[in-house]
C-alpha cells in the first residue's frame, strides 16, 4: 500500500514537473489560452463585484426607511410642533424629527454648495419638513398604510416614502445578479470549450508520442494525466488572470469612485474579491479546467491507437 | 510462448490477411518471419502485440489469450515485451537517454532505477556517450540502436522487431542483427520480420516463411522431417 502511494505520488510529482516545463517552454502559446481564459473569466467577475457593491452601499439605506412629510410653506412653526406631537401618537410611529423652513436652509446651504448664490433669494424657498420614522419600517404594507394616513393630514403638501426607490434598486440588483449567473454560466461554458480546444490541439501535437507510449505499456490513465494536468493548470492561471484584471481594473477606478462618493458626502470605498470569492474563482477555473480537458481526452485519447 | 492455433485475421473490407496460421515458439528460441511484402508479416506482429485482434482461431502469448484480453489489461500485456521498429519510432522532443527511459516511466519506476537500467541499455547499445543528445543528429543506425535499447531496458521476456533494419546498409544491418543474437543468447524469445535473407541466412536460425497469408514453409517442421 505504502509502495503503491509512493509510486502514485511520484507519477504525480513527475506529470506536474513535465507539465510546468512545458507551459514554459511555450510560453507564447499557454500566455494566448491563459489570457482568452482570464478575461473570459474577468467580466462575469467584475459584474459580480459591482452588484456586491452596489448591495453594499444600499443595505446602509434601507434601515433609514422614512416617510418625509412636506408641510405647506405656510404652516407656522407652533402649528407644524402640534402636528409632529399628534402624529407621535399615531401607532407605528416611532420618532418624528421636524425641520423648519430656516434649519433646511441652513442644511442646504451647507451640503449643496449654494450658499452665497442662495442669500440672493428673498425669501426662503423651502417649506418645513416632518420625518417620520416607522417602528417597522421592514414590513412594506404596515408602513404603505401609515403613509396613506399620514398623506391625508391637511397641512401635508407632499408625503414622500424614502424607500421607494430603494426597493426598485433593490429589485433591479436581483435581476442583475440573475443575469450575471447567466452570463457566468455562459462565459464558464466558453471558458470550457476553450481548453478542451487547446487540449486537443495539444494531443494532435503529441500523437507520436502517444502511440509510442502505448504501444510501451503506458495506460491510458497515465496518458491523459498530463493533459489533465495542463487543463487545470490553465484553468487555474486563466482565473488568476481574471483576478488580476478585476482588480487592476477597481484600483484604476478607485480614485474616481471616492471622488464620486465624496460629492455625496460619503466615505464609500469600492471593496474588490473577498479572499473567500477570489478562492472560489480559482477553484472554479481549475474545476473549469479539468472538465474541459477531461472531455477533450475522453474524445479524442481514444482515437490514437498503434498501427 | 507463443502459440498460434488456427488463427485467421481479416480486415473490414478486404480478404484474409493471415490464414489458417499454426506455430509454436518455445521460450529463448529465435525466429524470423519472412516473405513478400503483403504476405502477413506485419500483420502477425500486430497481433502478437495486440495491436490487432485474431478474428478467429486461438493465440497465446505469454500465457495470455490474446483473442480475449480486455482492453484495460492490454498496457500491462505490452511490459512483457519490447518491440523495434523499421521507423525507430523516436521522440525528437527528448534526449537519447529520455527516449529510453519511457518504458520505465510509463511503468513508474523511481528515478534512480531508471538510470541505473537506462545507462546498461545504452551501453549494450555502445551508445552510453551519447545518452545527452537529441536522436535526431544520430545516423539510422544508432536510432535503430537506440530502439533496440528502449526495446530492452524493461527486460521484457519477448523482443519483436518489424524490419528492423528495413532502412539499414548491410553493414549496420549486421550490428543490429548481432545485438538480437546477443539478447536470445541472454534468454530472450526473439522474433524477427524481415525479407532480407542475407540476415536469416547469417543467423541460422529458425524461419518461418508466409506466403499470401498462410505458412508456406517453416525450417522447424524441415528439420522434424530431416530427424
Do not use: C
Request: avoid cysteine; proline fraction near 3%.
Amino acid at each position: 500500500m505504502i509502495e503503491f502511494l509512493r509510486t502514485y505520488s511520484r507519477r504525480h510529482a513527475h506529470v506536474l514537473r513535465t507539465t510546468l516545463a512545458q507551459t514554459v517552454r511555450a510560453p507564447v502559446a499557454s500566455l494566448m489560452t491563459i489570457a482568452v481564459i482570464g478575461i473570459t473569466l474577468a467580466l462575469p467577475t467584475g459584474l459580480y463585484v459591482v452588484i456586491g457593491n452596489l448591495e453594499r452601499v444600499s443595505r446602509g439605506w434601507d434601515a433609514g426607511g422614512q416617510i418625509s412629510l412636506f408641510l405647506k410653506r405656510d404652516t407656522a412653526d407652533s402649528a407644524a410642533e402640534k402636528l409632529a406631537d399628534r402624529i407621535r401618537r399615531i401607532r407605528g410611529v416611532a420618532r418624528v424629527d421636524y425641520i423648519s423652513r430656516s434649519q433646511a436652509l441652513a442644511e442646504f446651504k451647507n451640503l449643496s454648495g449654494f450658499g452665497n448664490a442662495l442669500n440672493l433669494l428673498n425669501e426662503n424657498p423651502l417649506p418645513p419638513v416632518l420625518t417620520v420614522h416607522p417602528t417597522n419600517a421592514a414590513e412594506p404594507e404596515a408602513v404603505e398604510k401609515l403613509l396613506d394616513q399620514l398623506r391625508g393630514i391637511d397641512a401635508v403638501e407632499f408625503a414622500q416614502l424614502d424607500l421607494d426607490w430603494v426597493r426598485r434598486l433593490h429589485a433591479m440588483l436581483v435581476i442583475a445578479e440573475r443575469g450575471v449567473f447567466v452570463l457566468a454560466g455562459l462565459l464558464g461554458l466558453a471558458v470550457l470549450l476553450t481548453i478542451g480546444n487547446t487540449i486537443r490541439l495539444a494531443i494532435m501535437n503529441r500523437r507520436d508520442e502517444i502511440e509510442v507510449m502505448k504501444l510501451m505499456g503506458g495506460t491510458n490513465t497515465f496518458i491523459r494525466r498530463p493533459f489533465l494536468y495542463a487543463g487545470v493548470l490553465q484553468g487555474f492561471l486563466g482565473a488568476a488572470m481574471a483576478w488580476a484584471i478585476v482588480a487592476l481594473v477597481l484600483w484604476f477606478l478607485d480614485s474616481a469612485i471616492s471622488d464620486l462618493a465624496a460629492l455625496y458626502g460619503s466615505d464609500l470605498r469600492v471593496q474588490g474579491l473577498s479572499a473567500a470569492d477570489a478562492g472560489v474563482l480559482l477553484a472554479l477555473g481549475a474545476l473549469l479546467g479539468w472538465i474541459g480537458s477531461r472531455v477533450s481526452v475522453q474524445r479524442h485519447l481514444r482515437a490514437i491507437e498503434p498501427s | 510462448m507463443i502459440e498460434f492455433n488456427h488463427v485467421f485475421k481479416r480486415y473490414p473490407g478486404e480478404h484474409d490477411a493471415l490464414k489458417d496460421i499454426n506455430f509454436k515458439i518455445e521460450r529463448g528460441e529465435m525466429v524470423f518471419v519472412t516473405g513478400h511484402s503483403g504476405a502477413g508479416k506485419t500483420t502477425l506482429l500486430k497481433l502478437i502485440s495486440l495491436i490487432e485482434r485474431p478474428t478467429r482461431g486461438q493465440a497465446v502469448v505469454n500465457g495470455k489469450n490474446i483473442g480475449r484480453l480486455p482492453l484495460h489489461r492490454v498496457p500491462y500485456f505490452r511490459r512483457d515485451m519490447g518491440i523495434v521498429f523499421q521507423n525507430y519510432k523516436l521522440l525528437f522532443d527528448r534526449s537519447v537517454y529520455d527516449n529510453v527511459a519511457l518504458p520505465l516511466v510509463v511503468m513508474g519506476l523511481e528515478a534512480r532505477d531508471i538510470g541505473k537500467r537506462v545507462r546498461a541499455a545504452l551501453d549494450k547499445v555502445s551508445l552510453l556517450n551519447k545518452e545527452k543528445l537529441n536522436p535526431i543528429v544520430l545516423s539510422g543506425g544508432e536510432q535503430q540502436r537506440v530502439g533496440i535499447a528502449r526495446a530492452i531496458v524493461h527486460r521484457p521476456t519477448v523482443l519483436l522487431a518489424d524490419e528492423p533494419t528495413g532502412n539499414l546498409d548491410i553493414v549496420l544491418s549486421e550490428e543490429i542483427l548481432d545485438l538480437f543474437l546477443y539478447f536470445h543468447q541472454h534468454g530472450v524469445t526473439v522474433l524477427i520480420a524481415t525479407h532480407d535473407q542475407r540476415l536469416i541466412n547469417r543467423a541460422g536460425k529458425r524461419m518461418i516463411v508466409l506466403k499470401h497469408g498462410e505458412v508456406a514453409h517453416d525450417t522447424l517442421d524441415s528439420v522434424d522431417v530431416r530427424q
